[in-house]
Structure formats: structure tokens, C-alpha cells
């Protein structure tokens, strides 16, 4: 009598149904546990920079429009929750200091979050000379016809704004511009510009390592920030920082049919938890390396938590916010210059007239305003051409 062996490749495909079908592993996605452990079939050379979802156009969620309209509002507050030194002293209220830094302190982070969802949810059709030539017409251009101006100014006038190395005035007048419009410090807001830049030349990659960013790995990248916290210009730091979040954002509009429910559905307790996180950044100086890591997480939790929200809201519009979110980008761009005009009238002004409080409130909503309103009449102004010179 003879005995067939089974051939080696049927053993690998049994141990891996065995590690597949056990029932230790039924938290592993059902999708997943379904391959039965069957080898991916090797991808084709034109499909290497492609997403992996099939290639259909997604619907316009209009909750996620409106998301971008909260990550703009928390970007510009984030750069007015420190008020002008003289108000520093008077601002001795707990609950306002927690409001004022931690919650609106780190901004960016919604920002960026949003950039890779949004990445992700349009790239079914993804083409990445297209892709490329767009954000350089909408970002970039709008960004060196914005800056330049201003940083031949800072070159003429030797007022500079954030860090510079030891010897950049000995730098000459090109080396100087170059720096300046390389790290984004025109304005101190806009060392994003280059870093997102960056993630823009990389977007093969992005794309093609989602395959395989298991939820350990993402959980193990958001390590990494808390060696390395965020600074508020352009380093290294800032893209250990904030591409787990960028990549957070693709996993999520990957997987978002299943998240928004469960977002929804645990709204309350994330935002609960976005608290909590608030008050532990707050106690633990959300300017040190252990407060902005834990301000990372509460503004992911905080990001959950408004998503959850906004969801409950998708079959209601909102022209104001719709439209807010429509000129993000000009808001972005525009908010430094107004910020520093409208600080200066409010701060001559009003410091000896009223309470510290009620001006920075004025501060956040004069600037975030008044940017809205700037932007809204430049895209009228510029027309088709808007976008090529306030990216909206």
C-alpha cells in the first residue's frame, strides 16, 4: 500500500487555515481570516502605486467637509491661545488656561488628519503625475506667491520670525530667501507647507505600505512622538510627529464605513475621554515632551469624537461652515498676517479697558473672521485664478 504525503505548500496552507479559523483569532477582521492563509497574488508592475480598494469614486460626505471647517477653526486657534505676555498674568483661570492651551494648543493635528483621509478617499482614480501637478498649482504656487513678499521684507527690514541657525546672517540675500522659503518662515505657521510638501512627493509610498500597516504597526509608529516631540518649525521631529497621524487618517477612510458607526456610536465617551486627556496635558505642561504627546492623543480622541458628531449631522447643511471649509486653504495662509494686525489694535486698545478673557476671545474670532472674510472676497476678486494664488 502506498502513502501519499501532502506536498509542502498544502502543510503551509493548513497551518495557516489553523491560525486563520482558530478561535483565538476572531479578533483579527473577518475579511482577513477568511483568506484561509492563501498568498496574495504578486502585484503587476502598473498597479504598484495603486490604492488597494476597488477602483470606484466615493460619495462626498458632507460631515467630512464640515470637518475641515473644525480643523481650520482649531489650526488658527491654535496660534492665538497664547496670549500677548502683558495678559499672562491676569489669565489665572484653570478652567480657561485648560480651554486656552491644551484644547486648542496642537491644532495641526486635525489638520493633517484630515489631509490623509482625504488622500485616501479620493485616490481611487489616483495618477500620480496628475496628482502632483495639482498640488502644485493649489499649494504650492499660492504658497511662494504668498510668501515671497514677505520674506524679502523679513531680508530687508532683519526682522525674522521663529528659529534660525547660528549663522544665518551671515548667509547672503539668495541664501537667506531660499532658507526662508524652504523651512516655511515667512510665517511661523508656514513651516507646514514644505513638511506637507514632502508627504505630497511620497504619496506612492503612502499608498503602497497601507496594504500592509496592520493596526500593531500604526499603534507602534505613535510611539516614536513620544521621544521626538513636535516643535513649532520645520525638523525631523515634526515629521516623526505627525506622519503616524497622516497614516492614521488613510486607515480610517479605509476602513470608514465601519469606523463612523463606531464613532457615532461612542461619541459621548470619546469626547469624555478627550477631557480627561486635556486636563493630564494641562497638568503635565502641554509645552514639555510628555504634554504634547499627551495632547497628540487627546486631539485624536478629540478627532473621533467630533467625526462621531458631525455624522449625526450629514443631511444638514450649513452654508457659512460649508463655505469655511471651501476656503481652509486661504484661511490658513491669511490668518498669520491678520493675526498679527488684529493683536496689535487689541492689545494697544483694550488692555487697560477690559477683562483679559473677553480679548482673546475677541482675538480668536476677530482673526479666524476676518480671514474667513479676506479669503471669501480674494477668490471673488481672482475669480478662476483663485486657487493659483490663495489655493481656494
Given at each position: 500500500?502506498?502513502?501519499?504525503?501532502?506536498?509542502?505548500?498544502?502543510?503551509?496552507?493548513?497551518?495557516?487555515d489553523f491560525f486563520?479559523?482558530?478561535?483565538?483569532?476572531?479578533?483579527?477582521?473577518?475579511?482577513?481570516?477568511?483568506?484561509?492563509?492563501?498568498?496574495?497574488?504578486?502585484?503587476?508592475?502598473?498597479?504598484?502605486?495603486?490604492?488597494?480598494?476597488?477602483?470606484?469614486?466615493?460619495?462626498?460626505?458632507?460631515?467630512?467637509?464640515?470637518?475641515?471647517?473644525?480643523?481650520?477653526?482649531?489650526?488658527?486657534?491654535?496660534?492665538i491661545w497664547v496670549?500677548?505676555s502683558i495678559f499672562?498674568?491676569?489669565?489665572?483661570?484653570?478652567?480657561?488656561?485648560?480651554?486656552?492651551?491644551?484644547?486648542?494648543?496642537?491644532?495641526?493635528?486635525?489638520?493633517?488628519?484630515?489631509?490623509?483621509?482625504?488622500?485616501?478617499?479620493?485616490?481611487?482614480?489616483?495618477?500620480?503625475?496628475?496628482?502632483?501637478?495639482?498640488?502644485?498649482?493649489?499649494?504650492?504656487?499660492?504658497?511662494?506667491?504668498?510668501?515671497?513678499?514677505?520674506?524679502?521684507?523679513?531680508?530687508?527690514?532683519?526682522?525674522?520670525?521663529?528659529?534660525?541657525?547660528?549663522?544665518?546672517?551671515?548667509?547672503?540675500?539668495?541664501?537667506?530667501?531660499?532658507?526662508?522659503?524652504?523651512?516655511?518662515?515667512?510665517?511661523?505657521?508656514?513651516?507646514?507647507?514644505?513638511?506637507?510638501?514632502?508627504?505630497?512627493?511620497?504619496?506612492?509610498?503612502?499608498?503602497?505600505?497601507?496594504?500592509?500597516?496592520?493596526?500593531?504597526?500604526?499603534?507602534?509608529?505613535?510611539?516614536?512622538?513620544?521621544?521626538?516631540?513636535?516643535?513649532?518649525?520645520?525638523?525631523?521631529?515634526?515629521?516623526?510627529?505627525?506622519?503616524?497621524?497622516?497614516?492614521?487618517?488613510?486607515?480610517?477612510?479605509?476602513?470608514?464605513?465601519?469606523?463612523?458607526?463606531?464613532?457615532?456610536?461612542?461619541?459621548?465617551?470619546?469626547?469624555?475621554?478627550?477631557?480627561?486627556?486635556?486636563?493630564?496635558?494641562?497638568?503635565?505642561?502641554?509645552?514639555?515632551?510628555?504634554?504634547?504627546?499627551?495632547?497628540?492623543?487627546?486631539?485624536?480622541?478629540?478627532?473621533?469624537?467630533?467625526?462621531?458628531?458631525?455624522?449625526?449631522?450629514?443631511?444638514?447643511?450649513?452654508?457659512?461652515?460649508?463655505?469655511?471649509?471651501?476656503?481652509?486653504?486661504?484661511?490658513?495662509?491669511?490668518?498669520?498676517?491678520?493675526?498679527?494686525?488684529?493683536?496689535?489694535?487689541?492689545?494697544?486698545?483694550?488692555?487697560?479697558?477690559?477683562?483679559?478673557?473677553?480679548?482673546?476671545?475677541?482675538?480668536?474670532?476677530?482673526?479666524?473672521?476676518?480671514?474667513?472674510?479676506?479669503?471669501?472676497?480674494?477668490?471673488?476678486?481672482?475669480?478662476?485664478?483663485?486657487?493659483?494664488?490663495?489655493?481656494?
Amino acid at each position: 500500500m502506498t502513502t501519499t504525503l501532502p506536498s509542502p505548500a498544502t502543510l503551509q496552507t493548513k497551518r495557516f487555515d489553523f491560525f486563520f479559523n482558530d478561535s483565538r483569532f476572531s479578533w483579527l477582521p473577518a475579511t482577513l481570516r477568511a483568506k484561509g492563509g492563501q498568498q496574495k497574488a504578486p502585484k503587476r508592475p502598473e498597479d504598484a502605486h495603486r490604492p488597494a480598494q476597488p477602483q470606484q469614486k466615493r460619495p462626498f460626505l458632507i460631515h467630512i467637509h464640515y470637518f475641515r471647517a473644525l480643523a481650520i477653526f482649531f489650526v488658527v486657534a491654535s496660534h492665538i491661545w497664547v496670549a500677548p505676555s502683558i495678559f499672562e498674568p491676569r489669565l489665572t483661570n484653570t478652567l480657561f488656561r485648560m480651554i486656552r492651551g491644551p484644547l486648542f494648543s496642537n491644532g495641526t493635528v486635525l489638520f493633517v488628519f484630515i489631509s490623509g483621509f482625504l488622500f485616501h478617499y479620493l485616490s481611487s482614480t489616483f495618477k500620480y503625475s496628475t496628482y502632483l501637478l495639482k498640488k502644485t498649482q493649489y499649494v504650492i504656487l499660492p504658497y511662494l506667491i504668498i510668501s515671497l513678499p514677505i520674506i524679502l521684507i523679513r531680508i530687508h527690514s532683519g526682522v525674522y520670525a521663529g528659529y534660525l541657525p547660528p549663522h544665518f546672517n551671515a548667509f547672503g540675500y539668495l541664501h537667506k530667501a531660499a532658507y526662508l522659503l524652504l523651512t516655511g518662515k515667512a510665517y511661523i505657521p508656514f513651516w507646514y507647507i514644505p513638511f506637507i510638501a514632502v508627504v505630497f512627493l511620497l504619496a506612492p509610498v503612502w499608498l503602497r505600505i497601507l496594504d500592509d500597516l496592520s493596526p500593531p504597526v500604526l499603534l507602534l509608529l505613535f510611539v516614536f512622538p513620544a521621544f521626538f516631540p513636535r516643535h513649532a518649525y520645520l525638523s525631523v521631529n515634526n515629521f516623526i510627529y505627525f506622519i503616524p497621524v497622516y497614516l492614521l487618517g488613510m486607515v480610517v477612510s479605509k476602513h470608514y464605513d465601519h469606523l463612523s458607526r463606531l464613532f457615532t456610536r461612542y461619541r459621548h465617551a470619546l469626547l469624555a475621554i478627550t477631557g480627561v486627556l486635556a486636563y493630564f496635558s494641562y497638568h503635565y505642561d502641554y509645552l514639555g515632551a510628555i504634554g504634547r504627546y499627551v495632547n497628540l492623543w487627546q486631539k485624536l480622541f478629540l478627532t473621533f469624537a467630533a467625526l462621531g458628531y458631525l455624522a449625526r449631522i450629514e443631511n444638514r447643511k450649513s452654508a457659512f461652515v460649508s463655505r469655511v471649509a471651501d476656503l481652509s486653504f486661504g484661511i490658513y495662509f491669511l490668518h498669520p498676517m491678520i493675526l498679527w494686525g488684529v493683536g496689535k489694535i487689541l492689545v494697544v486698545e483694550t488692555y487697560f479697558r477690559y477683562n483679559a478673557y473677553l480679548v482673546w476671545t475677541l482675538n480668536l474670532l476677530s482673526c479666524f473672521l476676518l480671514s474667513y472674510t479676506v479669503a471669501l472676497i480674494g477668490k471673488q476678486l481672482c475669480g478662476s485664478k483663485s486657487r493659483y494664488i490663495l489655493g481656494v
